[in-house]
Structures are given as structure tokens and as C-alpha cells.
Nanobody
Framework: QVQLVESGGGLVQPGGSLRLSCAAS????????MGWYRQVPGKQRELVAA???????NYADSVKGRFTISRDNGKNTVYLQMNSLKSEDTAVYYC?????????WGQGTQVTVSS
């Protein structure tokens, strides 16, 4: 079955960096568009960044210039490099994979930005 396993979350000080990884299995990774979403309690899950199977990217306005999404099709992995982190980036980050009607989610990884 399809599995998306996130890693790389944790506690970081404001201004710091983290790199999230999402390892995919059980799917034809190269065919999927991949995304990172985040959610805080009481709010809707929101798109942070996405990358198509062709490598085109888009970002939420709040993270443009600070976050970079990339993918390694040889490793079936998508990454989110997060720099200049702010307290408002604190959330659970989820990996998402989409191909036509197929839509899969990871279990999430907590990112906490605090001094």
C-alpha cells in the first residue's frame, strides 16, 4: 500500500533552519505531484509548497523566499528546506501526494519554532 513517511521535524529557534523529508513507497512516485501542508489546532490545513511531476513549484505567500521544495525521483523522496523560520511557522507539517483521483497523506511531523 502507499506510504508517505515524514521526518525532520523538531524544535528550532527563530531564524533557524530545518529540512523535512517525505519518503514515499508503494506508488509510482515520478507520476505524482507532491506537496507540503501544515496545520495548527483550530485552523484548516493549508498548502505550504507543491511540486509537480515535471518539477514546477508553487509556494504560499507566507513562505516565499524562505522555503524551498524539491524532489529526488531516484529516492522517491520530497524535501522541504525551511530557512529563516518564524514562530508562526509552528505547525504539524504533512506530506501529500496527488495523481488524478489518487490523494494520499503522511502522518505529519511537528515543527516548533520557539526560543
Amino acid at each position: 500500500q502507499v506510504q508517505l513517511v515524514e521526518s525532520g521535524g523538531g524544535l528550532v529557534q527563530p531564524g533557524g533552519s530545518l529540512r523535512l523529508s517525505c519518503a514515499a513507497s508503494g506508488m509510482l512516485f515520478v507520476a505524482y505531484s507532491m506537496g507540503w501542508y501544515r496545520q495548527v489546532p483550530g485552523k484548516q490545513r493549508e498548502l505550504v509548497a507543491a511540486i509537480t511531476n515535471g518539477g514546477s513549484t508553487n509556494y504560499a505567500d507566507s513562505v516565499k523566499g524562505r522555503f524551498t521544495i524539491s524532489r529526488d525521483n531516484g529516492k522517491n523522496t520530497v524535501y522541504l528546506q525551511m530557512n529563516s523560520l518564524k514562530s508562526e511557522d509552528t505547525a504539524v507539517y504533512y506530506c501529500n501526494a496527488v495523481f488524478i483521483e489518487r490523494n494520499y497523506w503522511g502522518q505529519g511531523t511537528q515543527v516548533t519554532v520557539s526560543s
